[in-house]
Structure formats: structure tokens, C-alpha cells
């Protein structure tokens, strides 16, 4: 895949929602679903849109969140928006997250060599930061297609 391509594909995420993310229901691929959204007066309509990192070999998950923010964060209640939105700490239950500073291609590593060089085809390194998570994804190409309102992903055609 070509790398400008990719990255231009990235740029567009930048300040929207991340309101999932995880490996499909068949396990190769890495889907995150993004809630994109303009300026009302740009007229353009809001859409969910699945980011497909295909062949994906490498999947990290860690919490951007502080572990002070953690500590006061454990309540359940936190976990629904209707019950946590007056509790202090980080209200899990918004269902979204974020994508600030957003998603960048990282440069060529020692993973990427390793993954090109055993499989045959080339792969990338991605780094997705949110409030709540980053992750790092190495794969090897991107799809990006609009999904309806109410996707399930794990749900099986």
C-alpha cells in the first residue's frame, strides 16, 4: 500500500470518535470504527466509517488514561453514562472515545522489516491515540468503507 495514501487515509480521523475497536470475528484483521463528523454548516453528514487494517500481525492496547484517573474511575456505575455522568472520575460509559492527537504512520521498523520479509508482502506500523487508549497496529494494507448506524462486529453475515 501506498504510504502517502495511507497516511492521507489517517489524516482524515483526526479529532473524530473512536466507538469501537478490536480484531474482526474471524481474527486476522483489525477493525476500528470511527464516528466522523464536520461543522454543521459544511452539510456533510455524520457517518460511522471501519477502518480495516487487513493482515494484522500485531495488535497493542494501552490506557492513556492517568492511573490517578484510574483509582477514582473503578465505580461500575461509571460504566453507564446515565449513572456516572455525575460521579467524579472517567465516565467509561460515553461510549466513545476521542481521537486526539489521532492516528500516524510510523516509520519503517524492525517489526515491519521482520513481517515483510517473512510473509512476502509489505507492512506498516500505525500508532491510534485517543483519551482513553493507544494503540499500535502493524498490518499490512487499509480499507475504509461506510458502515450502517447500529454495525455490530461481531455479528456474522
Avoid at 484483521?29 to 480495516?52: K, M, N, Q
Avoid at 513481517?115 to 487508549?133: C, L, P, Q, Y
Amino acid at each position: 500500500m501506498d504510504t502517502a495514501v495511507l497516511e492521507q487515509m489517517l489524516d482524515e480521523t483526526f479529532d473524530q470518535a473512536v466507538v469501537h475497536h478490536g480484531y474482526t470475528n474471524y481474527m486476522r484483521d483489525y477493525e476500528v470504527i470511527v464516528y466522523a463528523t464536520a461543522a454543521p454548516r459544511t452539510g456533510i453528514t455524520p457517518s460511522h466509517l471501519r477502518y480495516l487494517f487487513r493482515y494484522c500481525v500485531e495488535a497493542r492496547c494501552e490506557t492513556s488514561v492517568s492511573a490517578e484517573t484510574w483509582r477514582v474511575s473503578l465505580d461500575d456505575r461509571l460504566i453507564d453514562h446515565e449513572t456516572g455522568v455525575d460521579l467524579d472520575g472517567y465516565v467509561w460509559g460515553v461510549k466513545w472515545h476521542d481521537l486526539y492527537p489521532g492516528a500516524k504512520l510510523l516509520p519503517e521498523s524492525e517489526g515491519t522489516r521482520r513481517w515483510s520479509k517473512a510473509v512476502g508482502i509489505d507492512f506498516h506500523e500505525v500508532r491510534i491515540e485517543t483519551n482513553a487508549h493507544t494503540l499500535t497496529l502493524v498490518f499490512s494494507d487499509l480499507q475504509v468503507s461506510e458502515v450502517p448506524v447500529g454495525y455490530t462486529p461481531f455479528v456474522t453475515e
